[in-house]
């Protein structure tokens, strides 16, 4: 008695399956964003949208949600300073961030 034999037609597309199952998942790992950097940039664009509606305001002053899940709200600063990942951004510089995620929504300052 023989032992079982698989076609090579069989092995072939057993193992291509293998391979974009393994494709799929090194997808699925590595291409969507963390929570963190999702969560981030939510609370950054709500703020953005606050200083698009009132733009006398201060990044550090506008409450735009809580980032890190403490339970205490972030501001739109803290915001840009993790989104832009620099912790010594200043104020103009976040609203720049603000203009460039918004275009034509929220004018630039004027210095």
């Not at 494709?23 to 200083?51: A, H």
């Not at 735009?64 to 972030?74: H, S």
């Amino acid at each position: 008695m023989k032992g079982i034999e698989l076609p090579t037609n069989t092995i072939i597309v057993l193992v291509m399956g293998l391979f974009v199952l393994i494709l799929v998942s090194v997808w699925l790992v590595n291409g969507f964003k963390p929570l963190d950097d999702t969560r981030v940039e939510s609370v950054l664009n709500e703020g953005c949208k606050k200083l698009a509606f009132d733009n006398s305001q201060k990044p550090e002053s506008i409450i735009a949600g809580d980032m890190n899940g403490d339970g205490k709200q972030d501001t739109l600063l803290d915001a840009c300073r993790l989104y832009t990942k620099d912790m010594s951004l200043d104020s103009g510089k976040c609203i720049n961030v603000c203009v460039k995620k918004f275009p034509g929504l929220i004018s630039a300052p004027t210095e």
